[in-house]
């Protein structure tokens, strides 16, 4: 059996909520020992459920994000569950945490005084705006950084207000970031064995995410209309609705365009100089959606779909959660989880026997903690 690329790399985390946590899933995920440590109170994600979840505990988001995980209870403010965290840093390729700037290190386990007892320690943090003299003061959190980030600038109807993606996205988009930049310094200690202090913003990672259009408005100084279900770059690539439920194409280059108008019974538009060129499709794209939407609303989805893939059109349904997880595809690529009643998604990438995801250990004493050791250890 292929050893897990992480096993005997230990991680303590010193994280709470989901940017922090979702890293330290992923290393988890990828065979490093996690010992996780919340305070008295627990961390504030076990507090994070819809209405849809009021009564099931744990809260299905704290244990998704935490499952893969060894559970201890630490008042950091207390000498002796201090002495014991400071013992398990002393021993830790990679210290997480998640608080603002500042807290850990009047608590006494900032970076400094991390590395001053761990020279080739991984320190990692997740702030919510960075360090500077303007983020520092500041706590953050998904909603906000979304708004202030520019991301709802772009996400919403045609002249309609700003909206939200519909979950966490900077949360979990930092949590990968984050784990990249872990992996990297892991990598470079190994040759070195040189620590490294890793950070992340939430602020930062939600502009990263928007590479496309802010390198757009650098350029034309032009802010990007919200666009609705439309993809904005070029036309056709919306939504359409069918007899009887959405879909979404993506039919946009040259040959993909030649045989959506085969297949829509539409040749005649190759030849309008109104959609000639994907530009020219771009720029006359709510006559072209007309165009194509009175078309789609003639037959079933399921009729449309299997008509475009067979002509090899990009198109897919449009599906709730009930569909995702009924669907075959989740089922072919393995992505959801059950682990004695922990349900969640698992890491995305695929490699040859990573570790089985299982289920939390419960909370224990931060005085009994220890990480398990590898048979070779």
Not at 24 to 30: S, V
Not at 34 to 52: M, N
Not at 159 to 181: N, R, S
């Amino acid at each position: 059996m292929t050893t897990p690329p992480l096993e005997g790399i230990k991680v303590l985390e010193l994280a709470q909520m989901v940017a922090g946590p979702g890293a330290g899933l992923l290393l988890a995920d990828y065979g490093a020992s996690v010992i996780k440590v919340e305070p008295p109170a627990g961390d504030g994600a076990r507090q994070l459920r819809s209405s849809t979840v009021l009564d099931v505990d744990p809260s299905p988001v704290f244990a998704a994000y935490n499952r893969n995980k060894t559970l201890v209870i630490a008042d950091l403010r207390d000498a002796d569950d201090k002495a014991a965290v400071l013992r398990l840093c002393r021993e830790a390729d990679v210290v997480l945490t998640s608080s603002r700037p500042g807290v850990m290190e009047r608590l006494g386990l900032g970076h400094d005084d991390i590395h001053a007892i761990n020279p080739a320690v991984v320190y990692a943090a997740v702030t919510g705006f960075g360090r500077g003299p303007l983020g520092e003061k500041r706590g953050g959190v998904d909603i906000l950084v979304q708004a202030e980030s520019g991301l709802m600038s772009t996400t919403g109807e045609v002249g309609g207000h700003p909206l939200k993606v519909g979950f966490t996205v900077v949360d979990a988009a930092a949590a990968h970031a984050l784990t990249h930049g872990i992996l990297a310094a892991l990598l470079r200690r190994a040759r070195t064995n040189v620590g490294e202090h890793v950070e992340i913003s939430l602020y930062d990672a939600a502009v990263h995410l928007q590479t496309g259009p802010l390198a757009e408005f650098l350029h034309s100084g032009v802010q990007g209309e919200r666009m609705g279900n439309t993809a904005p770059l070029s036309a056709p690539a919306d939504l359409f609705t069918c007899a009887d439920a959405d879909i979404v194409i993506s039919a946009y280059l040259p040959h993909h365009w030649r045989e959506l108008l085969s297949c829509l019974g539409l040749t005649e538009l190759a030849e309008d100089e109104r959609f000639a060129t994907g530009a020219a499709r771009a720029r006359n794209r709510a006559e072209l959606y007309d165009v194509l939407a009175a078309v789609f609303s003639t037959r079933s989805a399921a009729a449309w779909l299997a008509e475009l893939t067979a002509r090899g059109i990009l198109a897919a349904p449009v599906q709730d959660h009930a569909g995702v997880v009924a669907s075959p595809l989740t089922a072919e690529t393995g992505i959801l989880v059950d682990s004695s009643g922990v349900k969640g998604a698992a890491t995305p990438v695929k490699m040859v026997d990573l570790p089985a995801p299982r289920a939390a250990v419960s909370a224990g004493s931060i005085h009994d903690a220890r990480w398990e050791v590898s048979p070779d250890e």
